[in-house]
């Protein structure tokens, strides 16, 4: 999975996910620009907020990232 992230942590944001084969079309489509990150692997599929609430959960745990 990859999810295309612009705006992350604005009320603005806007999360696209998709795969590699497609991510770029969808991008084009919904007109994501700058500022965005790229997230690669099963993170993807959570957007950001999978993403934050992944490195909070390592954090309670006291997993080194």
Same mark, same amino acid.
């Given at each position: 999975?990859?999810?295309?992230?612009?705006?992350?942590? %604005?009320?603005? *944001? *806007?999360?696209?996910? #998709?795969?590699?084969?497609? =991510?770029?079309? @969808?991008? @084009?489509?919904? #007109?994501? #620009?700058?500022?965005?990150? +790229?997230?690669?692997?099963?993170?993807?599929?959570?957007? =950001?907020?999978?993403?934050?609430?992944? +490195? +909070? %959960?390592? $954090?309670? *745990? $006291?997993?080194?990232?």
């Amino acid at each position: 999975p990859v999810a295309a992230i612009q705006n992350a942590s %604005l009320p603005n *944001q *806007q999360t696209i996910v #998709g795969t590699v084969a497609d =991510i770029a079309e @969808k991008i @084009k489509i919904s #007109g994501t #620009g700058s500022p965005a990150v +790229i997230v690669l692997g099963e993170v993807a599929r959570y957007g =950001i907020s999978g993403l934050l609430n992944g +490195i +909070i %959960l390592e $954090k309670e *745990q $006291k997993i080194p990232l």
